[in-house]
């Protein structure tokens, strides 16, 4: 078992940056493929990004490659989304999830999830 839990949310400007963070605790944080997906009223929670276990990969939504970076500290069990050139359409609840698969390819592959962090990007 991983407990994840997020945090760092908040109201932010457009065009503004946020970093959200992740901390795990329970099993080796680094044997997991962590990742961000975020969920807006209304819609289907979707992928925004993906890091490899000792971080030497990485992988982006098309909606926010050049804006976010995923990156993970193994030595502090956590896992960060840096986003800059924030846009309204990025509000949304922010989750953290980890992956014991080699290399997740969808939602379902994820097996750890936390509570989720509000971010909401005003115009």
């Known amino acids: 078992q991983v407990q994840l839990v997020e945090s760092g949310g908040g109201l932010v400007q457009a065009g503004g940056s946020l970093r959200v963070s992740c901390a795990a605790s329970g099993r080796a944080f680094s044997r997991f493929v962590m990742g961000w997906f975020r969920q807006a009223p209304g819609k289907e929670r979707e992928f925004v990004a993906g890091?490899?276990?000792?971080?030497?990969?990485?992988t982006y939504a098309t909606s926010v490659k050049g804006r976010f970076t995923i990156s993970r500290d193994n030595a502090k069990n956590t896992v960060y989304l840096q986003m800059n050139s924030l846009k309204p359409e990025d509000t949304a609840v922010y989750f953290c999830a980890a992956s014991n698969a080699l290399v997740p390819s969808a939602r379902r592959e994820y097996d750890y999830w936390g509570q989720g962090t509000q971010v909401t990007v005003s115009s």
């Open positions: 890091i490899s276990w000792n971080g030497g990969s990485t």
